[in-house]
């Protein structure tokens, strides 16, 4: 019952952590935007949180590169299960403009597990929030969804 | 008393950023900041060998997609010179338009990351408020809302209908005058005040000789802009950097705040001295030599160096982005704060690590 409970909650109100990843600040203004007055998903509850440790849900923009893959790896192994991972923009997807530096590793599957995938160059917070809304949809599944 | 090291960063709350700063305390007070650099780096400085030159306009923009618009012109404006292209005169003052209009936006982004840094968030939505009007006249002018991607070699992409520069005047008119509204708040605010006055002061002999550029360096009472080059169109229009004497991070603040507002009168006069004619000049052939070229960015000065040897490559292309030149004066305004200032002081550089590292 009380697992049941929770998952309610994550559903209601998921805490979200943003990490840049390498992008070039562009997808990170409109991941910020969301949450400002104009789109405002705080309405649903969703919260922009600093700390791992309390998130449900990842936001990665941007590519990964040779030194920040760790970090990375590191940030999702501190979010307790379950949890939903969004890869915003197309550095996040598959590398974009930069998938053929010297520095860059590529997407953001390349190092952990994807569930939601927003194109975009940079994504348009609709799109941003529609990434969120399927990931809620993840964890009402249960479990198994994420 | 023994010495502590607290890592900030690379994932902060403040920063949207991954940068890394040690921070060497004695007891509450910063004695040592030693900044750690890589988060962001991709090597794009490189891809100009695998990308030709109008390819390479998209991949600059995307050195820091808040000041797009600026990278492009900066990349524009040293091959053209390369090339010996001339634009038209209408294109040179649409890139003016538009780069200031990048200039609103990201300084009323900064204005609103410096209130939530010391908790203001009621001051941070509300600009950030302010800022979409500006987002979406860059959606309606250019079609994307970030990355705009006007600038082609030999001038712009797109042009401006009547209606649509009516429609843009209108819409900074409301701009400004929620602005002014604000302006009480973020002169006059005891939280404002105490929290940003006398905190990070940087003297205009060490600003000067650690090349602080941008509005650091302006708020520390050196009055030199890049617009004062008079690039594009700008030696058509009226122009006088701001200046602010003292220093601190109050000063930086109160700088970008005016800059904004003139930044709208930029607009403004450019809207209403846009010449008829053609937006793009048709040129053939492919640059070769050596080239510089130089910006003012919302941060500070745009430096790029370009090398061709004749083919659509080019051979060496480097940028010099305005954190960091800003980075040496950040490290010498540290020492000897509190560790709850350091978000504030951090922050009041303005601070691009995507710019920087590249």
């Known amino acids: 019952m009380f697992s049941k409970f929770l998952q309610k909650c994550r559903v209601k109100s998921p805490w979200v952590l943003h990490f840049d990843c390498g992008s070039c600040n ?24 600093g700390n791992p ?74 799109a941003i929030i529609d990434g969120v809304v399927r990931a809620l949809e993840l964890f009402q599944a249960g479990p198994e969804g994420v | 008393m023994s010495k502590t090291i607290i890592p900030f960063g690379p994932q902060h709350p403040v920063l949207p950023e991954p940068i890394h700063l040690s921070l060497t305390l004695e007891d509450e007070i910063v004695v040592e900041a030693l900044p750690a650099l890589g988060y962001v780096h991709r090597g794009l400085e490189k891809l100009c060998e695998i ?23 900066c990349f524009c404006l040293g091959l053209e010179k390369m090339m ?21 936006h990201s300084h009323l982004l900064w204005l609103g990351l410096f209130a939530d840094s010391f908790g203001f968030e009621a001051l941070f939505y509300q600009l950030w408020k302010i800022r979409e009007r500006v987002m979406d006249i860059n959606e309606a002018t250019a079609g994307n809302r970030v990355i705009i991607s006007v600038n082609v070699l030999g001038g712009v992409r797109r042009d401006l209908s009547a209606e649509q520069v009516r429609w ?66 700008l030696k058509h229009l009226e122009f006088q950097p701001v200046v602010e004497q003292d220093g601190d ?21 450019a809207l209403k001295g846009l010449p ?20 003012e960015q919302p941060r500070g000065e745009l430096f790029y160096y370009f090398k061709a040897n004749g083919t659509k490559n080019l051979e060496r292309l480097r940028i010099r982005t305005p ?31 995507s710019c920087t590292e590249r």
């Not at chain 1, 562009?26 to 949180?49: H, K, Q, S, W």
């Not at chain 1, 970090?71 to 379950?82: A, E, G, K």
């Open chain 2, 168 to 233: 843009i005047t209108s819409q900074l008119n409301m701009v400004e005058q929620e602005l002014k509204d604000l302006q009480s708040t973020i002169l006059d605010d005891y939280t404002i005040r105490s929290r940003t006055v006398g905190k990070g002061i940087l003297t205009r002999e060490k600003a000067y000789e650690l090349g602080a550029v941008g509005p650091t360096l302006r708020g520390s009472g050196v009055a030199q802009d890049c617009r004062q080059l008079g690039s594009s169109a």
């Open chain 2, 276 to 295: 008829k004619g053609e937006i793009k000049t048709k040129f053939k052939g492919s640059p070769e030599g050596e080239a510089v070229s130089r910006v």
């Open chain 2, 249 to 269: 991070s109050f000063a930086r603040n109160k700088v970008r705040f005016l800059e904004t507002l003139q930044s709208i009168s930029l607009v403004r006069q």
């Open chain 2, 84 to 104: 010996n292209v001339e634009p038209p005169p209408r294109a040179e003052y649409l890139r003016v338009v538009w780069s200031e209009l990048h200039r609103i």
């Open chain 1, 26 to 49: 562009g997808c990170d203004i409109e991941t910020l935007a969301v949450l400002t007055p104009v789109y405002d998903v705080e309405r649903f509850g969703i919260i922009n949180m």
């Open chain 2, 51 to 73: 990308r030709d030159i109008n390819q390479m306009i998209q991949v600059v923009e995307r050195v820091c997609g808040i000041c797009s618009k600026i990278h492009a012109q």
């Open chain 1, 53 to 126: 440790k309390h998130a449900d849900v990842l936001l990665v923009t941007g590519t990964v590169n040779h030194r920040n893959k760790k970090v990375l790896r590191n940030l999702y192994d501190q979010m307790p299960s379950p949890k939903a991972v969004i890869a915003i923009g197309a550095c996040g997807l598959s590398g974009g403009v930069f998938r053929e530096a010297f520095n860059v590793v590529g997407g953001v599957d390349k190092v952990i597990p994807v569930n939601v995938y927003v194109p975009g160059c940079p994504a348009k917070p609709e």
């Open chain 2, 323 to 353: 954190t960091f030149a800003n980075i040496p004066p950040l490290a010498a305004m540290l020492p000897g704060i509190e560790l709850a200032d350091v978000p504030v002081i951090v922050l009041s550089i303005d601070p691009c690590i």
